[in-house]
């Protein structure tokens, strides 16, 4: 299995802070998968401009291509007024509309408010739901307080990220599953 | 617009059947050569792709994969098929960039089917030169050439030819308008974005009949067709699969454009083009086509065919010509029910088919499928 973990953002070190958490915690749970995380805050991205995903060079395009080769991605984004950041926003539209097609999503949000907690509901799931991404639920709300100094200080969050590392996991291995068996039953 | 509807007034090429018509537009159906006593006219194309073979990854090399190109054009004729198309395309695991010339060794190989291309990438050439190409192909074949005029659907040629993505849209409209204009006007006056203007420019050759035939390429989207529609141009509609009702409704747009600008739907030539692929069985045609269509589609898109998005294409109700002869012959009837199109093409070889595959089903075209579908088609009056 291939799993992406994205932070989403090229300002700000909270949103990176949980998925280096996480990437620990995915080869924690499971030392066969194979992770890898994406930084948009250290990539050299262009704007996307309506071409084929394959069609975008450096950075740009090996983003493109890792996600599009990915089994299983988590998110991490920041809300930005009161919504996902461009950064992040500029990501989906270099893909297909189809491109989270057979893929597993999860989710996690940091932000400075807890009156932020249904923006990734209301902003950054319709997106991966319009993409034909399984949706992993619930996403793993980070709160300000749950950090300090680069580290999750809250054991509640690190607990609810691990189920969300489950999750993402079971779902990833039960939707492929499934799926093998319905091609298998097409018999072509 | 109005430019394109000006493209048009030029009656004294058109001495033929023109009282009914409004005065400006040249009755395509006549210089097409439609004639619905002969039925649904029916041809294949390819793409032009150069794709390894999906089991074992095998591909011939690219002379040897243009003489395929070649060889399906002879076999359609020999068939007795109406028409092969090439398309151009300049990424990677195509062949046929210089598909122009091509068709004109294409043209000297046959004899009587007509050619042409599917598509020809209009925005990044000069339409001086596409016209010459064009023209040329046709005093080669005697009379048999065709242009589709093309947006691309990839954007590596934009780069690879000195033109800015950016223009995207305009690049092709201005271009089309001209490349219209050049084939209807003896001297061309013109100036644009995006190339030298011509001052009472002669281009020559001038090809056979009273203008090449030209049409628009259009995906499955409605936009393309209403823009299409607007300008009077006949439309080639190409799809990847979908519901036949779903397209109904791109014809419908393209119909009332032109409508619209002033034009008669009904002497407006409306082409389908699409995956085809004929087995003993549907479940043996989805077996043999979905590997290439998968491994292809990977390769040239970035992104496969899910199989359960595959299986469908065999439904009655689906554009997707995949099936057994007779499924297929009922498809074809069934979708020239609702489109009312003159021509429907077939793109049998994508994928890394093996030339012999290919064959096959050329020969399945002109034997089994064909026959039935000029038979069931034809109608008594010609226009």
Redesign the interface.
């Known amino acids: 299995m291939k799993m992406i973990l994205l932070s989403g953002s090229n300002v700000g070190t909270k949103t990176r802070a949980v998925i280096d958490h996480l990437a620990e915690a995915v080869t924690t749970y499971d030392s066969t998968i194979e992770v890898s995380a994406i930084d948009l805050a250290v990539a050299d991205m262009v704007f996307a401009d309506g071409r084929n995903f394959t069609e975008y060079t450096g950075d740009t395009g090996r983003v493109a291509r890792e996600l599009m080769d990915a089994d299983a991605i988590i998110i991490g984004t920041p809300i930005f007024q009161a919504s996902i950041p461009a950064a992040l926003k500029n990501v989906f539209d270099l893909l297909p509309t189809s491109a989270f097609l057979d893929k597993v999503v999860g989710v996690i949000a940091t932000a400075g408010s807890s009156k932020h907690y249904l923006i990734p509901a209301q902003h950054l799931l319709p997106i991966l739901t319009y993409m034909k991404a399984q949706v992993v639920q619930p996403y793993v709300f980070v709160g300000e307080s749950d950090l300090h100094r680069g580290e999750i200080v809250s054991h509640d969050v690190l607990q609810r990220l691990d189920r969300l590392v489950e999750d993402t996991v079971v779902l990833t291995r039960t939707f492929a599953s499934i799926r093998e068996e319905r091609d298998a039953a097409y018999g072509f | 617009m109005s430019e394109s509807a000006q493209l048009h007034t030029t009656p004294q090429q058109h001495s033929e059947t023109t009282e009914s018509l409004p005065s400006q537009q040249p009755n395509y159906m006549h210089e097409f050569g439609f004639d619905q006593g002969q039925g649904l006219q029916f041809g294949i194309y390819s793409l032009g792709d150069h794709l390894p073979d999906p089991h074992d990854g095998s591909r011939v090399d690219a002379g040897q994969r243009i003489h395929e190109f070649i060889g399906y054009a002879q076999a359609a004729e020999a068939a007795g098929l109406d028409f092969f198309s090439l398309g151009e395309s300049h990424q990677e695991f195509f062949a046929s960039q210089a598909h122009a010339v091509i068709l004109g060794a294409i043209a000297q190989a046959t004899d009587t089917i007509r050619i042409g291309s599917s598509s020809t990438i209009l925005s990044t050439s000069d339409p001086v030169r596409v016209f010459e190409n064009f023209a040329t192909i046709d005093l080669i074949s005697g009379g048999r050439a065709e242009l589709v005029a093309g947006r691309a ?4 040629l934009f780069e690879l030819l000195g033109y800015d ?2 223009d ?1 849209e305009e690049l092709y409209e201005e271009k089309l308008d001209l490349l219209l204009k050049i084939n209807r006007e003896q001297q061309v006056t013109w100036s644009g974005q995006f190339r030298a203007p011509l001052n009472d420019a002669e281009v020559l050759p001038r090809p056979t009949g009273q203008a090449l035939r030209i049409w628009r390429a259009v995906g499955g989207a409605p936009a393309s067709a209403v823009k299409a529609g607007l300008a009077g141009v006949p439309m080639v509609m190409a799809h990847l699969g979908g519901t036949t009702s779903v397209f109904k409704g791109t014809v419908d747009a393209y119909r009332r454009a032109a409508a619209h600008a002033g034009f008669d739907p009904a002497i407006l030539p409306i082409a389908t083009a699409g995956f085809f692929h004929a087995a003993e069985t549907s ?1 043996e045609a ?2 043999a086509m ?1 590997p290439h269509i998968n491994e292809g589609m990977k390769r040239t ?3 496969g065919m ?3 998005h ?2 469908q294409s065999v439904h009655p109700a689906s554009i997707a010509n995949i099936g057994s002869p007779q499924q297929i012959i009922e498809k074809i009837l069934h979708q020239h029910e609702v489109f009312g199109h003159q021509r429907y093409l077939a793109q049998v070889d994508f994928g890394g088919m093996a030339y012999a595959d290919v064959m096959k089903q050329i020969e399945i075209i002109g034997t089994e499928i064909l026959p039935a579908v000029k038979k069931y088609t034809a109608e008594e009056a010609i226009r």
């Open positions: 659907s990839r954007v590596g993505l950016r995207y479940q989805l077996q979905y898109n970035g992104q899910p199989k359960q595959f299986a």
